[in-house]
């Protein structure tokens, strides 16, 4: 079974973590959330306290097939701050293995250098944080083994393509149907 890990920090944007959480283990992911906080609560950036799965010492990175950020505002900061999670971004984009940021958190890769001549989005009006990427206006943006999609609205979206590209066209299409969305 494939595994994605979806990292939480103070103020992160709920729809951003809970839409991939919840879609991903309808096709089959174990995905989990994992917290940078040093604690399993973790509130978000509209008041609401989550449980973690599993705290960022706990993770097995090697059994971990792709990494998911959240949004939000402080929660992209605070998980910007995390040097552990910034090696493991960059372990996991030179790997060839997917990293995935919706909303303000592409910002974070962007300032890793891992968007360079990659084409993403974020969230409108922080294109500047895009840092060596080409600028997209979609609703997500796959390159390579980079993920990106631009906000809350898009939670959906982002979430169905990873479904996609870790359950396969298939899943993803049958999820599409079950959850009755249309585009």
Known sequence: ??????????GFE??????????????????????ITGKKTVTGAHGITYMADL???????AEADALILP???PGTKNLEAHQGLGS????FFHGGKPVCAICAAPMILGRLGILKGKT???????????????CSTQE??????VITSRGPGTAVPFALKLA????????????TSDIVYRK
């Open 88 to 91: 493991l971004l960059m372990d």
């Open 55 to 61: 705290l960022f010492e706990e993770i097995a990175p």
């Open 14 to 35: 709920e729809m951003e973590a809970v839409t991939p959480v919840d879609l991903l283990r309808r096709v089959g992911i174990d995905a989990k959330f994992v917290s």
């Open 120 to 134: 993403a989005t974020i969230y409108p009006g922080m294109e500047e944080h895009l840092i060596g990427a080409i």
């Open 71 to 73: 949004g939000g505002m």
């Open 1 to 10: 079974m494939k595994k994605a890990y979806i990292f939480l920090a103070e």
């Open 140 to 145: 997500v943006c796959v390159d390579g083994n």
């Open 164 to 175: 996609e590209l870790l359950a396969g066209e298939d899943a993803a299409h049958s999820l």
